[in-house]
C-alpha cells in the first residue's frame, strides 16, 4: 500500500479513492477526487488555481523550505523489513507531522502579521483623523481622556531637506 | 437499454445501421480556461462507456492492422472493458501486413478510455482505446507493443502481450 500525492492538489491519496489516468506515453496521473481530475481535463494549469498546494508554494503563502519534508522525500530503494527500524519509523511518523504542522502555522502567522500591524497602524490613523465623525471636536477638547495619547515619530533630518519648497 | 448506450456513446465512434437510429457525437469543444464551469464545459466531460458493436479501436502492435472496428464483446452483454476479447474487422491495414483490410480477427483491449476498477479500490483510464490482435488462443500476432498496457492483463493470463510491452501501467 502506498499513500500517493494528487498531480492537481498535492493532497495524499488513501487507498480506495481517486482514479488514476495513464497518458500515451505513459505518465500517470494521479487524482484525490473528481474535483482534481475534471479542473485536469479542463487543461487547468495547478500552479494557477488559488487552492492548490502547488499555487500556495509558488506564492509563498505556504512553507517550502524545511527539514521535515527531507523526511516525507520518496525513495524508490526497497527496504528490507527491520522490526525495530519499523518501530522507530511508526514512533518518529506523529512527532515529525507535529513538528512540521506547528512550523507551518508559525509561517503564516509571520506571514500574517504583518497585515495585522498595518491594519492596526491604519485603525489609528481614521481615529485620529476622522473621529470629528462620531465626536465633536468641543467633547474631545473638554475631555482629556477622550483622544489617543500623542506617539513621537522621529523624524530623520535628511528627509526633512529632500523635500522640495512649496510654491 | 440499447437506446441508453447509445446516447452515452464516445465521441468519434458512430454506431451501425443495425441498432437503427444514429447519433451524432457529442464532440469535445475547444476548452477554455475560464475558472467557472461554462455551458461547453459540460459537453467536453464525456461520459466513457464499454467497447462495444461499432467502437474504433487502434491497433497498437506491428500485426498490419493500424484500425480495427469490433463487431462483437466476448463475455458480456454490455460490453467489453479493459483487458477482454473482442472480435474485430479490420478497417484500415499497412500494406505489406499480416493481416489485411476486412480481415475477421481477434483482439485484445489493452487501454480504455473507461475507468475500470482495481482490487485495491483505485480506478485507472487511458487515454483512448487500443487493442492488440490476438488468435484465438489468446497468443499475439505482431511483435511488438507500442505504448503503456494495464496489469490486468496479467489476471486475465495474456502474459506473452506483458512480456513484449515497453511500459506496464
Known sequence: MRLEKCWFCSST???????????????????CRSKCHKNFKMKRNPRKVKWTKAYRRLHGKDMTQDSTFEFERKRNRPQRYDRINTEKVLQAIPKISKVKATREKAHITK????????????????????????????????????????QKVTVSYAQTENTPMEE | MAARFLSKSSSGSSLLGALGTSLVGVGSVARQTTSKLTYSDIFFQQQRTFVQMGTKLKVVDNSGAKRVMCIQALKSKKGAKL???????????????????????????VRAAMQRGRCDGSHVRFDDNAVVLVNKQGEPIGTRVFGPVPHELRKKKHVKILALAEHIA
Open chain 2, 83 to 109: 483487458g477482454d476479447i473482442i472480435i474485430g474487422s479490420v478497417k484500415e491495414a499497412q500494406p505489406r501486413g499480416k493481416v489485411k483490410k476486412g480481415d475477421v480477427v481477434y483482439g485484445v483491449v
Open chain 1, 111 to 150: 506571514r500574517l502579521s504583518v497585515g495585522k500591524i498595518n491594519r492596526k497602524k491604519g485603525d489609528r490613523r481614521e481615529l485620529e483623523q476622522s473621529i470629528s465623525l462620531v465626536k465633536a471636536p468641543s467633547v474631545l477638547k473638554e475631555d482629556a481622556t477622550l483622544t489617543l495619547p500623542k
Open chain 1, 13 to 31: 491519496i488513501y487507498p480506495g479513492h481517486g482514479i488514476q489516468f495513464v497518458r500515451n506515453d505513459a505518465k500517470i496521473f494521479r487524482f
